[in-house]
């Protein structure tokens, strides 16, 4: 069975208490690990309204054999109803499952749909995940923060390699994309998360829209008509930097990059405007390969390893260039 690559990517966690030098994140979702009664106990629903109730729950977990040793774990999404790959009340009741028992118990009633999931793995200073690219990494902040009722900050790790070039950043262009700048968590009676969204192209047809409704020779264009003929694009332009250090502008394009689900869509140009990178290429990623299983099953022994050496990676990094 041949090996597959997957993308690891970076973040940084902050404390919400400014005073503490130590997030203390690893002890304390190992210990709501620990003792959670069920899985079904680590379920957040997205959304109470919802009449597909979409929940994010860690299935799965490893806590190492120390207290410094990073944590592993799964995270899933799931939805009530039945399917083939199912969530049985019978593992959704046990503290821990794995993916492999999602169709193992077919006799027992469907607790919820298996919709998808990924890994992550993080010390008290890193986190880094196989989420993908196009979706941000808010989703996962948002359940660790619910699950430990805390406001921790995940933030993406700028590639050191380019902290240099991003000193000369005179314009940040983004194409065509969706922008979440904020997810609001509203603990309420209804424990709803809501998500707002800016997104340019829409924005671009809204004002186009609004000059052309005075023009009576173009008024037959349609909706569909406008969007095709729109290509939108937000260019933000900075004045003149001072000289600024690597730990400044790690905070100030980790923050930018946070809400951008695909970071193909960001173009950085400096005053000359040669274009110098893309949002992607500033992001610390690792590419790494994953054996399977006989079955075609990734191994999770090696994602795990592979994270933890990641991580490692990263904690050398901060110490040789702080």
């Not at 997957?6 to 400014?18: G, Q, Y």
């Not at 939108?232 to 689900?261: C, D, H, M, S, W």
């Not at 893309?278 to 099953?297: E, L």
Request: with cysteine; glycine share 2%; proline share 3%.
């Amino acid at each position: 069975m041949s090996d597959s690559q997957m993308k690891l990517r970076a973040f940084t966690i902050d404390n919400p208490d400014f005073n503490q030098n130590n997030t203390n994140i690893l002890s304390a979702l190992r210990n709501k690990l620990l003792t959670s009664e069920s899985a079904d106990a680590r379920k957040m629903v997205l959304n109470e309204q919802d009449e597909n109730r979409e929940a994010d729950l860690i299935s799965y977990y490893n806590h190492g054999s120390t207290d410094p040793d990073p944590l592993f774990c799964t995270m899933l999404r799931i939805a009530p109803g039945n399917n083939v790959q199912h969530v049985s009340e019978v593992l959704m009741g046990k503290n821990l499952f794995s993916l492999d028992e999602l169709d193992e118990d077919e006799l027992n009633q469907a607790a919820a749909i298996y919709k998808s999931h990924y890994y992550f793995a993080l010390t008290d200073q890193f986190l880094v995940t196989n989420l993908p690219g196009n979706r941000t990494i808010r989703q996962l902040q948002t359940y660790l923060n619910w699950l430990l009722d805390t406001l921790y900050e995940l933030t993406p790790v700028i590639d050191t390699v380019q902290i240099e070039s991003l000193r000369d950043v005179k314009n940040i262009t983004f194409r065509d994309t969706a922008i979440s700048p904020w997810t609001s968590q509203e603990k309420e009676a209804s424990n709803s998360i809501s998500e707002r969204k800016i997104n340019i192209h829409h924005i671009a047809v809204d004002m186009l829209r609004s000059i052309l409704a005075t023009q009576t020779d173009v008024k037959y264009l349609d909706e569909i008509e406008l969007e095709q003929m729109i290509s939108a694009k937000l260019v933000i332009q900075f004045k003149r930097q001072r000289k600024t250090n690597p730990e400044e502008i790690q905070k100030a394009y980790g923050a930018l990059l946070k809400p951008i689900a695909d970071l193909e869509d960001i173009a950085i140009t400096d005053k000359n405007g040669k274009v110098l990178m893309s949002g992607k290429s500033i992001n610390k990623t690792k590419t790494v390969k994953i054996d399977r299983t006989t079955t075609g099953k990734l191994n999770e022994q090696t994602i795990s390893q592979e994270m933890r050496t990641f991580l490692l990676e990263l904690a050398h990094e901060k110490v040789t260039h702080p």
